[in-house]
């Protein structure tokens, strides 16, 4: 069951840095949207956000380079 989550925890770790930088990224698209246009980002651009979010998170997440503990 340990080697279990001793491979699985760097994966989580990754997760969560994604999700940090997916909605850093997300808030910033927002921001920028409604800066330039003046027009409420909602719902288009916060829609299309949500979609991207979790694509962007698995690919982040998934493509980072691992950190190989032994």
Same mark, same amino acid.
Do not use: C, D, H
């Given at each position: 069951?340990?080697? %279990?989550? /001793?491979r #699985?925890?760097?994966? #989580?770790?990754? +997760?969560?840095? !994604?999700? %940090?930088?997916?909605?850093?990224? !997300?808030?910033?698209? !927002?921001?920028? +949207?409604?800066?330039v246009? %003046?027009? /409420?980002?909602?719902?288009?651009?916060?829609? &299309?956000?949500? %979609?991207? +979010?979790?694509?962007?998170?698995?690919?982040? &997440?998934? !493509?980072?380079?691992?950190n190989r503990?032994?």
């Amino acid at each position: 069951m340990l080697v %279990g989550m /001793s491979r #699985l925890e760097p994966l #989580l770790e990754e +997760f969560l840095i !994604a999700l %940090g930088l997916m909605t850093v990224l !997300a808030v910033i698209v !927002a921001l920028l +949207f409604w800066w330039v246009t %003046g027009q /409420s980002p909602w719902p288009y651009v916060v829609i &299309a956000e949500i %979609g991207a +979010f979790g694509w962007g998170t698995a690919m982040l &997440a998934l !493509a980072s380079p691992r950190n190989r503990r032994r």
